[in-house]
């Protein structure tokens, strides 16, 4: 793994981030030129600004917010878990969101806000518990935040199950959500999330230092005078603020905060203070052409959930990156 990051990798980021935006505009069920994508940007109130900007530019900016924070996410619980298998979903989040919109659509809602709503108080839930159970415990180390987080998602997954034994009409529905995907999100979801998220990601590019430091084990970050528990404690809840804010809007998807951190440690390096940006402009790129194939692989508008889209091409990528770390090490 370098020690310093690659010069092509600092341009190549950011290029690619504007690049893939500029694209996912453009693409879709419905074509639209350059020049009408222009107008409808510059132009607003006619038929191609509302497919553009009401919905394309609306789940462009939720496509990079949603795989900004899981890959943020995913590199700072790799690093306070010193887990390299770790990521968005590790301590529970994605359980209890999905219990959460899991019994809002069995409840008979059809979608939308409320069960983005029921899904982010699910998984604010789960983190309590987790670490309620660390707390009764009295031990916030690495092991103990794992195994309670396979606890509760364990326990949380079979309500999942159980709710979907016993409402069979609402399996369809269920599922589609546990699946991901971005398919009628709009700018209220934006609204939603941004709040919770924002704040999330200010505290981990803050943490940067405390990170690398934590990187190092916590015996010796405890030598150093970094309050270890305090500071895992705040950043966990940090991660989990960007994972919630991210499966309650899009549902579950996953690889996107597994694979991206490994790839972006590969390019340049392990410092946080350059590896937290370039996970976020990475994740958010990852999930806008996943969502991108997701609307455009089938015909006559029909679209596959996002998530089946980021597991398909995540795992050969994660394959991948294993082999290149393992070349380098």
């Not at 290029?15 to 350059?34: E, R």
């Not at 529970?92 to 939308?112: E, K, M």
């Not at 195994?147 to 999942?160: E, K």
């Not at 404690?233 to 690889?255: E, K, P, Q």
Request: proline share 5%; charged share 10%; aromatic share 4%.
């Amino acid at each position: 793994m370098p020690s310093t990051p690659r010069p092509a990798a600092l341009f190549a980021v950011p290029a690619i981030l504007v690049l893939s935006a500029v694209a996912a505009l453009k693409a879709g069920s419905y074509p639209i030129g350059w020049s009408e994508v222009l107008t409808a940007l510059t132009s607003p109130g006619n038929d191609a600004a509302s497919l553009v900007v009401d919905l394309r530019l609306a789940r462009l900016v939720l496509a990079l917010a949603c795989g900004a924070a899981l890959g943020m996410a995913g590199a700072v619980l790799q690093t306070i878990l010193g887990n390299p298998l770790a990521d968005p979903f590790t301590l529970g989040v994605s359980s209890g969101a999905g219990l959460g919109a899991t019994l809002a659509l069995v409840s008979g809602a059809s979608g939308g806000i409320g069960v983005s709503l029921a899904a982010l108080m699910g998984a604010a839930g789960a983190v309590a518990v987790v670490l309620g159970l660390c707390w009764a415990a009295r031990s916030f180390s690495r092991e103990s935040l794992v195994l309670a987080g396979i606890i509760v998602s364990t326990f949380l997954a079979a309500c999942i199950a159980l709710m979907k034994s016993l409402h069979e009409d609402s399996v369809a529905s269920i599922v589609f959500w546990l699946l991901g995907s971005l398919q009628n999100r709009s700018w209220p979801h934006v609204a939603m999330m941004l709040p919770l998220s924002l704040p999330g990601m200010t505290v981990i590019l803050a943490s940067a230092k405390i990170l690398d430091v934590l990187a190092l084990g916590g015996e010796y970050a405890h030598t150093l005078g970094v309050r270890v528990a305090v500071c895992r404690t705040l950043l966990v809840l940090a991660a989990a603020a960007l994972t919630a804010s991210s499966v309650a809007v899009c549902g579950i998807i996953g690889f996107v905060g597994l694979v991206v951190p490994h790839g972006m440690r590969l390019l340049l390096g392990p410092r946080h203070g350059l590896l937290l940006p370039a996970c976020a402009v990475m994740g958010g790129v990852v999930l806008l052409w996943a969502d991108v194939a997701a609307r455009t692989v089938l015909a006559h508008g029909a679209e596959l959930p996002v998530g089946v889209i980021t597991a398909l091409a995540g795992a050969p990528a994660f394959c991948f990156v294993l082999l290149g770390s393992r070349r380098q090490a």
